[in-house]
């Protein structure tokens, strides 16, 4: 497996000190924002990659983490350090639009059913007498 690496600062990189993960050179949560930008210039052609690359460490970060405490993680905390700002830029913004078409939808009354109307008939429609 790879190790978690990140920028280059003089001859030192930015990599995660496990089972804390904190980063050797500047001691930040890792990943360090050296670090972020390291990962995001050596996977500029394959963001989904580092997306998964990234899901990878945040799942052994969970196990490390388990180990050391009692109390597990928060997820929302350990996805938005680990994976959340990979997403490009502008995609919070379309997150949140279509948040609120779910919700919308979510909110809004289904539409009434009519009793004994077939598709294609408009209701009120009878069949001829025949």
Same mark, same amino acid.
């Given at each position: 497996?790879?190790?978690?690496? #990140?920028?280059?600062? %003089?001859?030192? /990189?930015? !990599?995660?000190?496990?089972?804390?993960?904190?980063?050797?050179?500047?001691?930040?949560?890792?990943?360090?924002?050296?670090?972020? +930008?390291?990962?995001? !210039?050596?996977? =500029?052609?394959?963001?989904? $990659?580092?997306?998964?690359?990234?899901? !990878?460490?945040?799942?052994?970060? =969970? #196990?490390?983490? +388990?180990? +050391?405490?009692?109390?597990?993680?928060?997820? =929302?905390?350990?996805?938005?350090?680990? !994976?959340?700002?990979?997403?490009?830029?502008?995609? @919070? &913004?379309?997150? $949140?639009?279509?948040? /609120?078409? +779910? @919700?919308? &939808?979510?909110?809004?009354?289904?539409?009434?059913?009519?009793?004994?109307? /077939?598709? #294609?008939?408009?209701? %009120?429609?009878?069949?001829?007498? %025949?």
């Amino acid at each position: 497996m790879r190790t978690p690496e #990140g920028a280059v600062t %003089g001859t030192r /990189r930015h !990599v995660a000190a496990r089972p804390a993960w904190r980063c050797r050179v500047c001691a930040a949560p890792w990943p360090c924002q050296p670090a972020k +930008l390291a990962l995001r !210039v050596e996977y =500029a052609h394959d963001p989904v $990659g580092l997306s998964v690359y990234l899901c !990878v460490l945040l799942h052994e970060a =969970a #196990g490390d983490w +388990l180990r +050391l405490r009692p109390q597990p993680p928060d997820p =929302a905390e350990l996805f938005a350090r680990f !994976v959340a700002w990979t997403r490009p830029v502008g995609a @919070d &913004a379309e997150r $949140g639009r279509v948040d /609120r078409l +779910l @919700d919308r &939808a979510a909110t809004a009354a289904p539409p009434p059913r009519s009793r004994g109307v /077939r598709p #294609g008939r408009a209701p %009120g429609h009878r069949r001829p007498a %025949g």
